[in-house]
């Protein structure tokens, strides 16, 4: 009897590792605001669950030229559902921000502790208004 309660517990182990792996995104991108890059504006990563708070994945900012690369995980059971938020005061002025939130899709989300597949963005001008955009006033 004492054998198979190892065993048990020993397979209860194994499930729970296996079942919670690491896994990885990476997002890169330029923002511009029309000609001009966005220098030193944030940018986080989240993993939006279905019950609870959502969880930050990572946070950046972007360099005098407007880039980021930001990359970030977590352990999970369920595929993460990564969104990248962009905050920022183009053709806005302080005190709150323009929030964008991007839907990174799911197929760079990797089941590995490093990124092996980034999204690349491209060059997004954030004049632009998107489907969705917001006001923070505290990020």
């Known amino acids: 009897m004492g054998l198979l309660r190892v065993f048990s517990i020993l397979s209860i182990v194994i499930c729970a590792v296996f079942a919670f792996n690491q896994q990885s995104v990476g997002v890169r991108g330029r ?8 220098n030193n504006t944030q940018v986080k990563l989240w993993n939006k669950v279905n019950l609870g708070r959502d969880d ?8 005098d030229q407007g880039n980021f690369q930001i990359s970030g995980g977590t352990g999970a059971l369920l595929p993460l559902n990564v969104h990248l938020k962009v905050y920022h ?24 502790s490093q990124v092996t597949n980034w999204y ?3 060059m997004l001008n954030m004049q632009t208004m998107y489907k969705g955009e917001g006001v923070s006033c505290i990020n």
């Open 31 to 38: 923002l511009m605001c029309g000609s001009t890059a966005l």
């Open 56 to 63: 930050q994945l990572a946070a950046s900012k972007t360099d």
């Open 89 to 112: 005061n183009c053709d806005r002025s302080l005190p709150c921000q323009r929030k964008v939130d991007f839907t990174i899709p799911p197929q760079y989300v990797t089941r590995t």
């Open 120 to 122: 690349d963005m491209g």
